[in-house]
């Protein structure tokens, strides 16, 4: 199955990350995202575009539309570092979860005090990917998503945003992330003007 490669004005002047979109659309083919079904590759590509409109480097960038392929397909490291080189797989290693940790939030727990410790760019891509999985969390919550289990992702991305106010403190993303964090507690979907149409 082929794949058309999407025509996007920010990755013009990457041709790193143009290389890394290749491949990732390659290894992702066939996902799709939960919230609205586009495929899964547009998650990566808003997380390379939040980067990219940030002043980060062509390597930054390719590395965030290569975030999740250790984790989502049967891309491994070496393989990453063969065609992007050490500095973009050890950036996808470093936002990665250890899948030898069955325990969600330990697991979760653990990758962010993996990136508190690498801190700089790992944080970085970290930030970004936080920010839409914040948006992508507003929409899950607008088509039902139990609060229960949306608490649960909120708390988990406060403990994400104190970890970067730390670790990043006064940078782009970590203030677009706690926008997004504000807006989800004091204008949540499902309601107008601020009021519960519940």
């Not at 058309?4 to 390659?26: G, I, K």
């Not at 998650?43 to 965030?64: K, M, N």
């Not at 069955?102 to 005090?113: A, C, F, I, P, W």
């Not at 970085?124 to 992702?153: F, I, N, T």
């Amino acid at each position: 199955m082929s794949t058309v490669q999407p025509h996007l004005t920010f990755l013009e002047h990457l041709p790193r990350t143009q290389e890394a979109l290749a491949f990732a659309l390659e290894r992702h083919s066939g996902q799709r995202r939960q919230i609205d079904d586009a495929p899964f590759i547009l998650h990566t590509l808003e997380v390379a575009s939040l980067l990219d409109r940030s002043g980060y480097p062509d390597s930054v960038v390719a590395a965030a539309v290569l975030h999740d392929v250790l984790e989502k397909t049967d891309a491994e490291r070496p393989e990453v570092e063969a065609r992007f080189g050490a500095e973009v797989a050890d950036l996808v290693a470093a936002v990665s979860d250890d899948p030898s940790i069955e325990d969600e939030e330990e697991r979760k727990d653990r990758l962010r005090e993996k990136v508190r410790g690498l801190g700089g760019n790992a944080a970085a891509v970290y930030a970004a990917d936080k920010v839409s999985k914040v948006r992508e969390l507003r929409m899950l919550l607008a088509r039902g998503l139990p609060r229960e289990r949306a608490e649960v992702l909120i708390a988990r991305n406060r403990r994400s945003l104190a970890m970067l106010d730390e670790t990043l403190p006064g940078n782009r993303l970590v203030e677009v992330l706690r926008f997004e964090l504000e807006t989800l507690d004091d204008l949540p979907p499902g309601t107008q003007d601020g009021a519960d149409n519940s």
